[in-house]
């Protein structure tokens, strides 16, 4: 397993030289999401690249080939490799299939809130979405952040269908305990809210406590997760893990290998929520 | 005319489990039909998951019609079924 040759599949979507949108969609589909797709075999190609595309894969436009030109010509996937094989040794890490793209130059909440970097990892597998700006500590940060779900998701393995709601809640806190704690404060998420105690426990209270067994795909996962929606503060699960982790780990001095592959109810037991 | 263009049509917006011929399961909302494709957008259960940042949207190029979603060939379609829409 590896960082795949993303870049070739991408140089080929732009030798194609469509200006048809149509072409587009069809060459994205065939070119850039079909060699992911035999990685998934229970999803359809489209749905996987709907799938992609929400979670900020470049989509088709007709200016596209002079950005991705920009894009192919960064020097992402040294860096990339290169943080894989320091963290892979230090975390005693699983290897796995990494998948670097363009991200949606279109997408505002993105480019604003996310500096254009985004990602998705999966036990075996990790996707990073990088923009032509994208700075190294950035790149950094996103990929401490998804290859951490990586190695805890390949520590506690079990089908993906059985991950629970306070699973990836705990997932989404050391993520960016790590991700602060590696690359200082100022690194990681900024728009992760220092809840209060008292938010904390109330939104903890009302959404997840009665939530906290919801496995992964029952419909009300995504919407705890990410929220802004039925009243239902945005990215309400990201917030309340980073709490949990900043509460547990206060005056504590604890590795980041021992957070990394910490059983869930050790760190809930010993915070007050 | 296929039998399940009128179906479609009567029942856009609601998820749906659909069997080709070949054997192929497809289920998503219908989304759009014409005379000869039913479109059906991914729900959930399709996803393959896993596990981001916090991002979680889609804008597509300016305006340009949505390109995703499922077309399958009305006249491909062995048979329709309509799935439990989840309500919060």
Known sequence: MTVHSTNKWIQQYVD????????????????????????????????LQDHLLRHGLFPPSPEDEELLRKWLKKKYFQLVENLYEKYRSSWKGPSANIFIFPSNPFSRDLTEKFSGCTGLSYPKHLFLFLSNQAKVKQITALFLHEYSHTCRLQYFSKPEAEYTLLDAIILEGIAEYIVRKKLGEDSGNDWINQYSSMEAKEYYEKWIKPNITITRTHPKHDLLMYGNRHGIPQNLGYHIGYYILTQFTKDKEISINDILYMENDVILKDINL | MSRHYDFCCQNIGRPVRVVTKDGQVHKGVIHRVNRSKVFLAPMEGNRPGGYGIGYYGYRPYGGYPWGLGVGIALGAIATIAFLPFFFW
């Not at chain 1, 797709?37 to 190609?45: A, D, L």
Request: aromatic share 12%; glycine share 4%; charged share 20%.
């Open chain 1, 16 to 47: 194609s030289h469509s200006g048809n949108m149509a072409d587009k969609w069809k060459y994205h589909k065939d070119l850039i999401c079909k060699p992911v797709s035999k990685y998934f075999t229970n999803t359809s190609i489209l749905s």
